[in-house]
């Protein structure tokens, strides 16, 4: 659980430490690549994460994000890359779960060789804080990984991350831990259009808000429920709505169009289905729909 005394003033001084050798380093060692900016809306049928219809709430979002990334070149087949970003999510019905974040991610790339098919393979860490309306939601997170992405044609390419994430968080059914592998195909299906496929399976904590029942009671009686409190977002004590921590799996499905408009600006179309697992019997399923406008500059 994040504290502002401890773990938070640590967050703290490593961004100051951060920001410090990124202003030393970058100007000098890194090349600017470019900005990239997304702004979209997304319509999410589950945002409680909940397995009993009465409990499940659904809501609209709109979504904005920016980066600037930086790339050093270490040799003739590898670099580093730099990417500060800022995000923010702003909800429709639910504005407790809005949330703007800001954080840094660094990859380690290398390629063993200039073919068009050579893979291209990665070390990435990456750390950002978010800020929710939510008491209890605000948080640091952390993910270290892995990622390897190659060419197959001059049309489909294939890419794959394994991660490990951590969240930090004011309340305690929030700090989370879990392990991701990730796969992801595209194909381009013409000049201007590619379709993508994207599967994430991922092990370790899941978050449900729901009113009690006797199968969560039982969970929490057999020590299935890791943490538990009132949520905020929801009504919290008063609407009887509560947020409980479970150990499970969680797979993903995703699958998108992307159509580029011109060489800097492209339309995103993408819907997700997941269906999640935990420990005592307790199941959700949950879809998104997604329109997004991205943009290189």
Request: with cysteine.
């Amino acid at each position: 659980m994040r504290t502002h005394d401890t773990a938070y003033a640590r967050t703290l001084a490593c961004w100051r430490a951060l920001g410090l050798c990124a202003a030393l380093v970058l100007p000098g060692a890194a090349r600017a690549v470019g900005w990239s900016a997304d702004l979209g809306v997304t319509y999410d049928n589950n945002v409680t994460l909940a397995e009993n219809a009465s409990d499940i709430l659904s809501d609209t979002f709109v979504s904005t994000s920016i980066a600037k990334s930086f790339s050093q070149a270490l040799g003739e087949r590898s670099r580093l890359i730099y990417r500060p970003f800022a995000q923010a999510q702003a909800y429709d019905k639910y504005e407790d779960l809005s949330f703007v974040a800001a954080g840094m991610n660094v990859t380690y790339q290398y390629r063993p060789s200039g073919a068009v098919l050579a893979p291209t393979w990665g070390v990435f860490a990456k750390a950002w804080v978010e800020e929710y309306k939510s008491e209890f939601r605000d948080s640091n997170r952390y993910s270290f990984g892995a990622s390897v992405r190659k060419a197959f044609t001059d049309r489909i390419t294939f890419a794959t991350v394994v991660s490990a994430n951590q969240r930090d968080s004011d309340g305690v059914v929030w700090d989370t831990k879990d392990l991701s592998l990730l796969m992801n195909l595209d194909y381009e299906l013409a000049r201007r259009a590619t379709l993508y496929a994207t599967l994430d399976y991922r092990d370790g904590d899941i978050v449900s808000t729901a009113v009690p029942t006797l199968k969560i009671a039982n969970a929490l009686d057999e020590g299935q429920v890791t943490a538990i409190q009132p949520d905020d977002a929801f009504g919290g004590a008063a609407d009887n709505r509560r947020a409980y921590r479970l150990n499970g799996h969680t797979l993903v499905g995703k699958l998108g169009l992307n159509f580029r408009l011109n060489e800097t600006d492209s339309l995103d179309l993408s819907a997700w289905y997941a269906n999640a697992g935990a420990d005592g019997g307790i199941n959700y399923d949950r879809t998104i729909v997604s329109v997004a406008y991205l943009t290189r500059f």
